[in-house]
C-alpha cells in the first residue's frame, strides 16, 4: 500500500518598510509592496493552483485528497490584499478533501525561543483556521519544518495534535526511511510524519531542471517512483511551499499539468491511494522510534538552522526581539503586541543569513533588501522604535495611575 | 610577451591609487612571467611627498647608467621583480593636481635646482648649465590659463624621451596607464607599429564632474580613438568611455583591481590619544570634488544627533581641505572631525587599526583601491554606489553618495550594533582575499594575446 500524502505550505511575511534611525512613525511594514506581491503570487500561484485543485478532488470524487498548513500572516493578507483567493480555499475546505496543519500564526521561530510565546500564537492560529474552515488541525508543523525531540514533547504537552512533522532527514533515519509512520522520541501518543525529500524535490525544485537527467518529468514516470514504494513503505509524503506551483516552476515548465495528470497516474496502480496527514495517522500504526537530540529544518543542503541563525546578526536580532517579550506584554497594548509578533516571522531573519550571499541563489528569492547587511539595520532601527513605543506607553501608564490616585 | 608599459607614479612614493594599482598589476605580471618594461615620468622634486621619485637606496639602487643623453635612468629593483625593468624619465607630470598648482611646482622646482646645482658644482660652467636646463624644462613666465600648454609640453618630452627609448627596446605590445602616458604611447604606437592598450583608471569626467577640462578630455578621447584595447577598471568606467567618449562597446574590455595581502591585525590602543570607548568613522582619500568629502561631512553631522562617542577622522589632502575645514566649523562640528593630512606607512596602518568604520562617500569613482584595503585591515566599509568597487563587493554597505539621511543611517548602525560591525568585518576580510591581482593580470594576458594574433 501507498498512500500519497501531500501537503502544501502557504505563507507570505509582513515586509517591512524602509526605515531609518532617523524615522519616528510607528508604522513599519510595506502597505505597498505587501499588496503587489500578494496580489502577483496570488495570480500566477495561489488562485490558477486553487482552482486546478477544486477542479481535480471534484473529479476524482473523494479519492484525491491534499492538506495545507497556511500561516495566519498570509491569511491577514488575503483578506486585505485579494479576498478571491480565501474565496477559492473555502470552497476547497467545504469539498471534505482538504486537510488544514496547524503551526505558528506568525510563522515564527518562537520555539526555540519562549515557550508561552510558541504556544499563543498556536493557539492563535488554530482559532483562526477553526474560524475560517471549521477544521481544528490535529496535525503540526512547525515553521520551516524545525523539529527536535524537544518540540515533540512540547506538542504532545499540549494534547491538542496527534501528530508532528518534520524533514525525512538521512542523518536521523540512519538505514530506515521516511515512508512510514514514526513516533517521536519520549513521546506516547504523538506520531511523526517525514518529508520524503527525494521524491518531493523532484517536484519542487527539479522538475524544470534541463540538467537533470530524468527531465522531463511526467506524471506517470513519477507514479512509477511511487509505485516502487509498495511493499517498502506505506506513505509517500511530498511536503512542499505551494509557490511551487507557478512561481518557483512557472506555468510554462507544464507543472499545472503534471498535477492535473499525477492522481489518475497514480490510482492505475490498485494498491495506490491519497491520504492527508490526519488520515496516515488513523490509518497507520508507528513502525519505529524516531530520536532527534538535535535540531533539524527542510532548508539548504544543511538542513539546520544557518539560514536564520547562521550568523552574529541573526543570533543577535533574535535575542533582541524575544528580550523584549515581557514588556510588549506587560503594556497590554494590543497594537504593541501584533507588531512585535509581526516580527518574528522567520522571513525577517533569512533575509539576513549571509551563507550563499555573493553567490546568489535561492536566498535572494523575493529577497526584499539588497544586502543582508541592509534588511538587519531595518530591522533593528525597527524594533528600537517599537521598543520606545513600549517605554512611553509605561511612562503614560504611570502619569495616569499617579493622577487618579 | 614584452610589455613597453608607460604609467606615472610607483610605490613608495604616491599620491592616489593609481601608483598602488600599477604596482600590483605589474608584480602580478612579472609573477607570471611577462616582460615589463617600465617607463615613469620622474619628478625633479625630491622631496615632494605625493608622487614618484628617485627610489630610495635601501629598496632599489640606481645603476646610473643613463641609457640616452636625455636622461632616461634604468633603475633596478632589488624587492620581488624579476622580470620587470623601471625606466624613470625627468618630467614635471604629476597626477591630481590644479593648473595654479602646477605653475607654482614648477617654479619652486626651479628655483631649488637653481641653488643646490651652484653649490654643489660651483662655478660659472654651472650656471652656464643651468641655463642650458632651463631651456629644456622649457618654462614660459605665463599667466593663467597657459597651463594647457605647459602640460602639453610636459606631455609631449615625456612622449619624445619614451620614442627614444622605445626605439632601444624590443616589445610586443604597448600598454599605457591614463591621460597623461597617452600622448607617449600614441608615439611610441605609431613609431613601432606595436598594438596599444590604454588602461583607463579614471576619466576627465570623474575628476571634474561635468567641469571638464577640455585639453585632457581630447587627449583621453584621442588615446582611447588610437588604442587597439582599452581596459576600464568597472563597468560604471566602461560606460563613460563608451557614452562619453563615442568608443565601441566591443573594444572595451573590463579588468577588476586587486588588493595585495598585507593587513595587519588590529591592536589594542591606548596610546594614541583617542579613548577607547570612542567611535572612529574613517575618511580616506583626496579632498577633493570626486571624493565626496562634503557628503562625509553632511552624514557626520546627522550622526551626531543620534550618537556622541564619536570621531570622524579625515585623512588625506586635496585643493577642496580649507573648504571642508570650513564647512565642519560652519556646521558646529569642528570638535568632532580630525584632519590628519596625507598618510602612509606606519601611519596608514594606525589609523586603519583604529577605525570601527572607512566610508568613500565618492562621488565618481572608477574603481576605488583603498576600501579593499580597508577591508584587508579588517575595517568594515561603506562605499558609494557611484564606484566600481561596487561591483565586485558584497559584504559591505552600500548607499547613493548623495542620500546622506541613508549613509548617517548605517554608519550609526555599525556604530551601534556590534553583532553588524562583526559580521562585516569577518565576510569583508575573506571576501577581499579573493579579489587578488593575479586575476587582472591573467585577464591582461589573454588581452595582450588576442591583440598580438589580431596584428
Known amino acids: 500500500m501507498a498512500s500519497v500524502c501531500f501537503y502544501f505550505q502557504v505563507h507570505q511575511p509582513f515586509r517591512l518598510r524602509h526605515y531609518t534611525v532617523f524615522d519616528h512613525t510607528p508604522r513599519y511594514f510595506d502597505e505597498f509592496k505587501n499588496a503587489s506581491i500578494c496580489r502577483k503570487v496570488a495570480s500566477k500561484c495561489y488562485l490558477p493552483s486553487n482552482r486546478l485543485l477544486l477542479e481535480v478532488i471534484r473529479r476524482y470524487e473523494g479519492q484525491f485528497k491534499i492538506a495545507y498548513s497556511i500561516t495566519g500572516v498570509v491569511l491577514e493578507q488575503f483578506q486585505k490584499y485579494c479576498p478571491e483567493v480565501m474565496s477559492t480555499f473555502d470552497a476547497l475546505a467545504e469539498t471534505g478533501c482538504v486537510e488544514f496543519l496547524g503551526e505558528t500564526y506568525h510563522h515564527s521561530l518562537s520555539f526555540l525561543y519562549s515557550h508561552s510565546e510558541f504556544i499563543e500564537q498556536i493557539n492563535q492560529h488554530t482559532e483562526l483556521i477553526r474560524k475560517l474552515y471549521g477544521q481544528t488541525p490535529r496535525v503540526f508543523r512547525n515553521t520551516e519544518l524545525i523539529y527536535s525531540n524537544a518540540l515533540a514533547e512540547t506538542i504532545e504537552k499540549t494534547g491538542r495534535f496527534d501528530a508532528i512533522i518534520a524533514e525525512g532527514a538521512d542523518h536521523v533515519l540512519g538505514h530506515r526511511n521516511s515512508n512510514f509512520v514514526y513516533r517521536p522520541s519520549n513521546c506516547d501518543r504523538l506520531k511523526l510524519l517525514l518529508k520524503n525529500y527525494s521524491l518531493s524535490d523532484d517536484i519542487a525544485f527539479r522538475f524544470s531542471n534541463h540538467d537533470w537527467p530524468e527531465f522531463p518529468l511526467t506524471a506517470d514516470k513519477f507514479a512509477g517512483w511511487v509505485n516502487r514504494v509498495n511493499g517498502n513503505g506505506q506513505c509517500v509524503n511530498l511536503f512542499m511551499d505551494y509557490e511551487t506551483f507557478g512561481e518557483h516552476q512557472w506555468e510554462d515548465t507544464g507543472i499545472f499539468d503534471f498535477m492535473e495528470h499525477l492522481p489518475a497516474e497514480v490510482l492505475k496502480h490498485p494498491d495506490n491511494n491519497f491520504m492527508t496527514p490526519g488520515e496516515l495517522v488513523d490509518t497507520y500504526d508507528a513502525v519505529d522510534v524516531v530520536d532527534v537530540p538535535h535540531i533539524i529544518s527542510w532548508a539548504d543542503t544543511e538542513r539546520d538552522l544557518s539560514a536564520w541563525l547562521g550568523n552574529a546578526m541573526q543570533s543577535n536580532a533574535l535575542h533582541e526581539v524575544y528580550k523584549i517579550e515581557k514588556l510588549i506584554k506587560q503594556t497590554q497594548n494590543e497594537e504593541l503586541l501584533a507588531d512585535w509578533r509581526?516580527?518574528?516571522?522567520?522571513?525577517?531573519?533569512?533575509?539576513?543569513?549571509?551563507?550563499?550571499?555573493?553567490?546568489?541563489d535561492v536566498h535572494k528569492y523575493f529577497n526584499p533588501y539588497e544586502s543582508p547587511y541592509d534588511s538587519y539595520i531595518n530591522f533593528m532601527n525597527v524594533l528600537g522604535n517599537l521598543r520606545q513605543r513600549c517605554d512611553q506607553s509605561f511612562s503614560k501608564n504611570k502619569k495616569s495611575l499617579s493622577k487618579t490616585s | 610577451m614584452r610589455v613597453f608599459m608607460l604609467g606615472w607614479e610607483f610605490p613608495p612614493y604616491i599620491s592616489g591609487g593609481l601608483g598602488t594599482a600599477c604596482h600590483g598589476l605589474t608584480k602580478a605580471m612579472d609573477e607570471l612571467g611577462l616582460d615589463v618594461t617600465f617607463v615613469l615620468p620622474k619628478p625633479l622634486d625630491e622631496n615632494a611627498s605625493g608622487h614618484v621619485k628617485i627610489l630610495s637606496p635601501?629598496?632599489?639602487?640606481?645603476t646610473q647608467t643613463y641609457r640616452n643623453p636625455d636622461q632616461i635612468h634604468e633603475v633596478e629593483r632589488n624587492d620581488d621583480f624579476?622580470?620587470?625593468?623601471?625606466?624613470?624619465?625627468?618630467?614635471?607630470?604629476?597626477?591630481?593636481?590644479?593648473?595654479?598648482y602646477y605653475q607654482q611646482k614648477i617654479e619652486t622646482i626651479v628655483r631649488?635646482?637653481?641653488?643646490?646645482?651652484?653649490?654643489?658644482?660651483?662655478g660659472e660652467t654651472a650656471v652656464d648649465e643651468w641655463y642650458q636646463m632651463i631651456a629644456d624644462i622649457d618654462i614660459e613666465p605665463t599667466g593663467a590659463g597657459q597651463y594647457g600648454g605647459d602640460m602639453y609640453t610636459e606631455a609631449h618630452r615625456y612622449a619624445a624621451s619614451a620614442v627614444r627609448l622605445a626605439m632601444q627596446e624590443d616589445f610586443d605590445v604597448i600598454h599605457a596607464h591614463d591621460w597623461m602616458t597617452y600622448p607617449a604611447a600614441i608615439a611610441v604606437a605609431s613609431v613601432t607599429g606595436k598594438p596599444l592598450v590604454v588602461h583607463v583608471h579614471s576619466t576627465e569626467f570623474d575628476r571634474s564632474?561635468?567641469?571638464?577640462?577640455?585639453?585632457?578630455?581630447?587627449?583621453?578621447?584621442?588615446?582611447?580613438?588610437?588604442?587597439?584595447?582599452?581596459?576600464?577598471?568597472?563597468?560604471?568606467?566602461?560606460?563613460?568611455i563608451i557614452s562619453r567618449y563615442g568608443v565601441l562597446g566591443e573594444k572595451v574590455e573590463v579588468v577588476y583591481n586587486g588588493v595585495e595581502q598585507n593587513g595587519e591585525s588590529r591592536m589594542a590602543f591606548d596610546h594614541v590619544g583617542i579613548s577607547n570607548d570612542e567611535k572612529i568613522v574613517l575618511f580616506l582619500g583626496r579632498i577633493t570634488m570626486q571624493k565626496g568629502p562634503e557628503y562625509f561631512l553632511m552624514a557626520a553631522r546627522k550622526v551626531l544627533e543620534k550618537v556622541d562617542n564619536v570621531k570622524f577622522v579625515i585623512a588625506g589632502t586635496g585643493d577642496m581641505m580649507h573648504r571642508i575645514i570650513e564647512m565642519a566649523a560652519q556646521m558646529g562640528i569642528g570638535h568632532k572631525v580630525l584632519f590628519t593630512g596625507f598618510l602612509r606607512g606606519?601611519?596608514?596602518?594606525?589609523?586603519?587599526?583604529?577605525a570601527d568604520l572607512y566610508v568613500m562617500p565618492s562621488v565618481s569613482e572608477p574603481f576605488g583601491i583603498a576600501p579593499l584595503e580597508a577591508l584587508n585591515h579588517d575595517v568594515p566599509v561603506l562605499i558609494s554606489k557611484q564606484s566600481g568597487v561596487a561591483e565586485v563587493l558584497t559584504h559591505v554597505l552600500k548607499v547613493d553618495f548623495w542620500d546622506v539621511n541613508e549613509m548617517a543611517n548605517k554608519i550609526i548602525a555599525v556604530l551601534k550594533y556590534p553583532p553588524l560591525q562583526l559580521t562585516l568585518r569577518e565576510h569583508g576580510n575573506f571576501e577581499v582575499r579573493r579579489l587578488k591581482w593575479a586575476g587582472a593580470a591573467e585577464k591582461c594576458k589573454q588581452i595582450y594575446q588576442e591583440m598580438v594574433q589580431h596584428v
Open chain 2, 58 to 62: 635601501r629598496q632599489c639602487k640606481q
Open chain 2, 112 to 122: 631649488e635646482r637653481t641653488v643646490d646645482y651652484i653649490r654643489e658644482a660651483g
Open chain 2, 82 to 100: 624579476t622580470h620587470t625593468t623601471f625606466h624613470e624619465i625627468p618630467s614635471l607630470l604629476q597626477p591630481y593636481i590644479t593648473p595654479e
Open chain 2, 346 to 354: 606606519k601611519d596608514l596602518e594606525k589609523v586603519y587599526q583604529m
Open chain 2, 209 to 240: 564632474g561635468e567641469h571638464v577640462n577640455q585639453m585632457i578630455y581630447n587627449i583621453e578621447n584621442r588615446g582611447m580613438h588610437a588604442a587597439n584595447k582599452i581596459i576600464a577598471v568597472s563597468d560604471l568606467t566602461r560606460n563613460i
Open chain 1, 342 to 360: 509581526r516580527l518574528q516571522t522567520s522571513d525577517h531573519f533569512y533575509y539576513m543569513c549571509t551563507k550563499y550571499f555573493a553567490d546568489g
